[in-house]
């Protein structure tokens, strides 16, 4: 397990966690905790650039915040991002060499200087998100994960990019979507909804 | 409040490239429109186009002779632009002028009036001592005397009968036309010559009659009788001098109804331009019912014809002209900056309407499905 480098300037970080910002943030945890107390969170969106990867940060920052172990990772999608936010992988291989079956999750971990959040993410483009359907690996780091922490926040692909979204959604206990405002029409939403067919989906408005 | 203000801010901040798009279009176009809107269609022109209808254009003076085309000939000929100093009663914009020269139009209406029912007694004057001395015979030269018994009774000869028969045919001739025609009618005057050379030759026929044989035992009487046909001759030319007289002042009172008949259309034309104007103290345009103005067309067109050759054959009609003028700067940019911000709004309104996407928490939260949560609002994250 390496520590994670690079420059983090995501919205929730330090003081601002008590921000009126953060306050939000802590109502969604509160009621992802009315869903479940421990387990797997999934956010996607409708399709790229809704604000998922952020939330995601954010929600697992606030779940660290509560002094709760969470892991906030990344599946393997056309735009890995998180290391646009907390800066390359230091071992070099990432989360989708464990699906892969060339890792072991952790050895792909790593762990954030400042306040020691955990990390698990993608290090290079994945060509096929497609393969994400859960299969034995994907299955296999899942419960790895679930084992390792009370939280898992998933930034995963969107609806739109990934076809086996349905399926991903049921390996994970809640899903969340995001729906940036002005952006989305409400046939869209619950199309996408229907998709996911999730019974513990919660929407986020973005904006 | 604070809450439309914060709907308005952000309707704004996400519309703003549209909002932008439409008011530099929409002003730009009013802009430019408006240094070529069509102007009023000046006092000019109203005269030009109310001389082309046909009724105002057979009553046409020759006062206006650039109204008209001056080259009857010429079939396909239009009107040109009136003259700028011909129109004589020029109304400037604004009501309240328009009212001041309405009310002077009309005045003037009325004393037309006045003296158009003046000149048309002393016409009918003129006709019935017309008639009276149509009626009258000329004199003729009539038996000798009493005092003269020894001349025999004067002897009619054949053409002295068959002149006094024209005459009388000529006479009756005269008097049906009149019941038919004015004083003016070219039948009427040329039958009324034909009755004064009529009578001229049965004068001269009675004048150059000659004596009857004097009788044996009577001794003519020749300086009576000369004497007695002079007074003839001069009765009868102070009567046809007289008859004359009567015509040429017919003819000359005709005229003057006439040209005041001209004036009143003049007057009256423009004056109907100004007929939205109230009239609350404004004289009748026409005369009382009990009192009607009714003028001879005939005569008219008759009187018109005697004068001078008119150029005013109109053979098109004229079409007012509206050249395009500019309006000054300072409005053009206000028009230009309100209907720009008038359309952007518009625009923005009408994107807001048909825009179907969630824009609310509240919106999210309606349009959710059953079984699916609402977790809250994140604050807005820029895209990536």
Not at chain 1, 21 to 46: H, K, N
Not at chain 1, 132 to 146: I, T
Not at chain 2, 198 to 207: H, K
Request: proline share 8%.
């Amino acid at each position: 397990m390496r520590a994670a480098a690079g420059d983090l300037s995501i919205p929730l970080e330090g003081d601002l966690l008590y921000s009126p910002a953060g306050e939000r943030y802590s109502a969604i945890i509160d009621r992802i905790l009315d869903q479940t107390q421990s387990g797997l969170v999934l956010v996607t969106s409708f399709a790229d650039g809704e604000g998922k990867t952020t939330t995601a940060a954010n929600l697992a920052l606030a779940f660290h915040a509560r002094r709760i172990s969470v892991l906030l990772a990344e599946l393997p999608s056309r735009r890995p991002a998180l290391e646009h936010l907390f800066g390359s992988t230091p071992s070099g291989s990432g989360l989708e060499s464990v699906l892969s079956g060339r890792s072991k999750l952790e050895e792909v971990l790593c762990k954030r200087n400042d306040n020691g959040m955990m990390l698990a993410m993608v290090s290079s483009f994945n060509p096929e998100p497609e393969r994400l359907a859960p299969g034995m690996e994907l299955q296999g780091m899942l419960d790895a994960v679930r084992g390792k922490f009370d939280f898992a926040v998933f930034d995963g692909p969107s609806i739109s990019e990934s076809t086996g979204i349905s399926d991903l959604a049921r390996a994970f206990d809640v899903v969340l979507m995001v729906v940036r405002r002005r952006s989305r029409t409400r046939t869209d939403m619950n199309a996408a909804l229907r998709l996911l067919d999730h019974p513990r989906s919660l929407v986020i408005l973005n904006g | 409040m604070s809450d439309a203000v914060g709907t308005l801010l952000e309707v704004l901040t996400f519309r703003w490239k549209l909002a932008s798009v439409v008011y530099a279009l929409s002003a730009g176009l009013v802009f430019l429109l408006s240094g070529r809107m069509p102007r009023e269609i000046s006092w000019q022109n109203r005269v030009s186009a109310a001389s082309a209808s046909p009724s105002y254009a057979q009553t046409l003076p020759a006062q206006v002779p650039a109204a008209a085309d001056p080259d009857p000939d010429t079939p396909s000929a239009t009107l040109r632009e009136p003259d700028q100093s011909t129109p004589p009663f020029p109304i400037p914009a604004g009501d309240e002028t328009n009212m001041r020269t309405a009310q002077r139009l009309r005045a003037a209406i009325q004393q037309l009036h006045v003296r158009v029912r003046k000149d048309m007694l002393e016409r009918d004057l003129i006709i019935e001592q017309q008639q009276k001395a149509e009626s009258t015979p000329l004199p003729v030269p009539a038996a000798a005397p009493p005092a003269v018994p020894e001349s025999q009774p004067m002897r009619e000869t054949a053409a002295e009968a068959a002149a006094r028969e024209q005459v009388n045919a000529d006479r009756v001739n005269l008097k049906e036309l009149r019941d038919r025609y004015t004083e003016l009618h070219p039948d009427v005057v040329a039958a009324r010559e034909q009755l004064e050379q009529a009578e001229a030759v049965l004068a001269n026929i009675v004048a150059s009659r000659p004596r009857a044989e004097p009788v044996h035992h009577a001794r003519p009487a020749p300086a009576i009788q000369t004497e007695s046909m002079e007074q003839t001759a001069a009765a009868a030319e102070t009567l046809a001098r007289t008859r004359r007289e009567l015509a040429l002042a017919l003819n000359e009172v005709e005229r003057k109804i006439a040209g005041e008949q001209v004036e009143l259309n003049m007057l009256e034309a423009p004056l109907a331009d100004l007929a939205h104007l109230p009239a609350a103290s404004a004289p009748a345009r026409r005369p009382p019912a009990s009192q009607p103005l009714v003028l001879p067309k005939s005569s008219v067109a008759a009187n018109l014809a005697s004068q001078a050759p008119y150029p005013q054959e109109l053979s098109e009609t004229a079409t007012p002209q509206t050249p395009a003028v500019a309006l000054p700067l300072g409005r053009r940019l206000l028009w230009s900056f309100a209907l720009g911000l008038l359309f952007s709004a518009m625009s923005i309104f009408l994107a807001e309407k048909l825009d179907g996407s969630i824009k609310s928490a509240a919106g999210l939260q309606a349009a959710l499905p059953a079984g699916v949560l609402f977790a809250g609002i994140v604050p807005r994250m820029k895209r990536s």
